[in-house]
Structure formats: C-alpha cells, structure tokens
C-alpha cells in the first residue's frame, strides 16, 4: 500500500478532501469521525455488526463558511419508488457484482444533492461494509463503463480511503480522464496533491501533462515537462516522444517534431504509425511537398505499409502546392504498389489539375481510370460537374466521355 504524505494512524482516513470547485486542499477531520460519533464512544475506529443495509441518521450541520444548515447523507436502502431512468440502470448491474458494490451503486444512481454528500454516502459504505481494493476498483470499473458523472468524485474519494490502497496509477487514471474532458486546472490539481501525499511522478504520468498541455495550446509547458521527464535519468520511450511531436504538430511546428523523430530514430526508439500519419498530415495541409516525401519515406524505412489514406496524404500536399504532375506521378506509384486508389485519391488529383485548369489533362486522367475498370465516384464526381459547370462544357464533356466509351467497347468487341 502507498504511503501517505501525512503519518495518519491506520485507521483514519487521508488528510485532504475531495477537491472542491476551487480544488484547493485543506485538512479536515475523518468523514468516519463525524458521521458516526456517538456520546460514550471514543474511539472511530471501532466498527459494530450493523446489517448490510441500514438507516443512518445524522442531525443538520452548519457549513461554516454560509452559516447554513448542511444536510447530511442519510443510507436508505433503495426501495421500488424510483423513476424509470434510474430502474433501468440498476437493472443493468452486472448479475456477479457483489452485494457491497452493488449496494453503493444503486445509492449513487439514485443520488441527489438533497439527499446530503456524496462523500458521507461513501464514507457510509465503508462504515457499513468494509470494501476492499476490489469492491472500489469493481465500482468505478462500472461507474466508467456507464459514464456517470458522478465517476470522477467517486475516484477522488477513494483515493482518502485506507481500505483503497491507493497507487501512482490511480492518481493517473483520473489525471488521464480529467484531460479527455480537457478539465487541464482539475488534472494539474490531481497532480500537485499525488506529490503532496507523497508519489513521484513517472514517465507515464508526466507523458499524459504533455497531452494535456498540448491539447490546451501551452507549448512552453509541454517542453518543460519534457524536459522534466529527462531529468528522471531514465530512457524515453516512444509514448513520451510520441506526445512531444503531437505537441509541436498542434502549434504548427511540424519541423520541430520531425527533429525529434531523427532522434528517437538515433536511440534506436521507434514512434507509432499514428505519429508518423499525423506528421505527414501537417506537412500536406499546409503543401510542404518536401516535408510529406520525406515523413512518406520514412514510413516506409520504419517498416509501415503505407494505405490509401497515407498516399492520399502525399497526393494532398502537391494537389495544396500545386504540382498536378507529382500528385498523378503520387497516384500511379500507389497502384504500382497494388493499392486500391479511393474516391478520395481521385478527387485530390481531379483537384490539382483543376487549381492549374488543366482539363486536358484531367479528362486523360478519367479516360485512364475507366481504361483500368476503375469507378469515379461520389467526390471525385462532384468535383467534376462544379469545374464543368464553371467552364460551360457540361453537355461537350459527356458526349466525349460517351464516345470514348463506345469506341473502347468496338475495339473489345474486334479484339474477341
């Protein structure tokens, strides 16, 4: 069990509470002291055989802060007066979950603000039935699966909880989940209290701030943890690189992240397809037909096939920069390589030759594809008609493209 940043006895709970909105930690009593002290007892520690399910009634309590009444969580086991919402979730509890979990579950799918706090609903469960690692892991497994909004302050909870043993991982569980919502304060606040308790951030927690920085635009910070996760004096691995690229790529700084490339490339750390796909992807954006050849070169080096959607990346970038001739040259060396072209490939080439006006050229490319069986369709065929239809050789167009069928099929027609 990871041990706290406080010397708390065994049997109390951890010094911080859940973050409130400001997220600001403060020491407070156990939740077990003040939800089940009693006149004549004087020990928290000590737990009765109460019933699995129980009424526990705690009088109102000013806040502190407004002066107002604080209402307390008061246990009720569930009974059949629910809306249907809340019927059909709890019928969707897994049939092997244990009683324990799905006691608290049912508490916290029927749960409201005026019931009290979720937090003395949780401290409740772990007065009442004593869950383990397991019961806690098995909860918010499930709470996860429905995304349930309440999933995040339950985990934070658990995180006080002696009986939840808390580890490095579980603090970035949530700091990974708090940066899918783009929630950056929350993660970054999850992330100062882990230290505080005493956790040392590793390569995987750190590699998850870039992704959180990256995302939020704040390149400067994203480098600086980059940087810090070098000092761990450890190898980089490829998740860790991988992050940094993505973060130059997103403030259009492709160069950048292609440098590191070469470097992971040189400690024989090798990146991802996705990375690679999404450098190549801010090269052609933006024409940098030079840039997209050599990041299409090296997918190739790193053993990576490339498919439709990669050559259609290539073609992409001289279709922006206007070089019609590399984007059909593009095009043939991906059927050489026996690839499928799709009617996204079509229509990037359609494309080029329509920047430069070269209709002579795009009708050779459409007699070529019908020559070899292949089908324009949706896209490619709407780039068409809006070109002709700006040119006014709609009905000339398909009375050549109808001739030129028929004279392909006379000639197979001679052939056989």
């Known amino acids: 069990m990871a041990s706290s940043a ?36 004087i020990s928290s520690c000590a737990f009765s055989n109460e019933p699995e399910l129980a009424i526990i009634s705690v009088k109102e309590m000013e806040e502190p802060e407004t002066g107002e009444p604080k209402r307390r969580f ?49 401290a409740a469960w772990v007065r009442i039935m004593k ?32 009986s939840f043993e808390a580890n490095v991982r579980d603090y970035t569980k949530i700091i990974h989940t708090y940066g899918e919502q783009n929630q950056l304060q929350d993660a970054t606040s999850t992330l100062i209290t882990m230290t505080r308790r005493g956790f040392i951030c590793d390569q995987v927690t750190l590699t998850i701030m870039i992704h959180l920085y990256s995302r939020a635009g704040n390149l400067k910070l994203a480098e600086e943890t980059f940087e810090e996760i070098k000092l761990l004096g450890e190898q980089l691995d490829k998740k860790s690189y991988g992050a940094m690229i993505l973060a130059y790529i997103r403030v259009g700084m492709p160069e950048k992240g292609e440098a590191l490339l070469l470097e992971m490339d040189s400690l024989e750390v090798y990146a991802g397809r996705e990375v690679y796909k999404a450098l190549l992807r801010a090269y052609s954006i933006v024409g940098n037909t030079k840039g997209a050849q050599r990041v299409f070169d090296a997918i190739q080096l790193a053993g990576f096939s490339p498919d439709a959607r990669i050559c259609g990346l290539l073609i992409n970038a001289y279709a922006v920069a206007g070089q019609s001739e590399h984007a059909h040259v593009a095009f043939e060396n991906m059927r050489r390589a026996v690839l499928e072209p799709s009617d996204k490939c079509i229509a990037l080439v359609l494309a080029a030759y329509e920047k430069e006006n070269k209709i002579n050229k795009a009708l050779d490319f459409l007699m070529g594809l019908e020559r070899h069986g292949i089908t324009v369709g949706k896209e490619a065929s709407g780039i068409l008609a809006a070109w002709f239809k700006q040119l006014g050789v709609v009905e000339e167009v398909e009375l050549v493209l109808r001739e030129y069928a028929s004279s392909e099929s006379h000639s197979e027609v001679a052939v056989s």
């Open 6 to 41: 406080c010397n708390m006895p065994s049997c109390s709970y951890g010094t911080y509470p859940i973050f409130s909105k400001t997220r600001t930690p403060r020491c407070i009593r156990s939740w077990g002291n003040l939800l089940f002290r009693k006149p004549g007892k």
């Open 74 to 122: 008061r246990w009720v086991e569930i009974g059949p007066n629910i809306n249907e919402e809340q019927k059909e979730a709890i019928s969707k509890l897994p049939h092997k979950m244990k009683k324990r979990c799905k006691a608290v579950m049912k508490q916290i799918i029927c749960f409201s603000q005026e019931k009290g706090s979720l937090e003395d609903l949780l």
């Open 131 to 162: 869950p383990r690692r397991a019961d806690w892991l098995a909860v918010l497994k499930q709470l996860k699966i429905m995304e349930h909004p309440l999933y995040l302050q339950v985990a934070e909870a658990a995180l006080l909880e002696e």
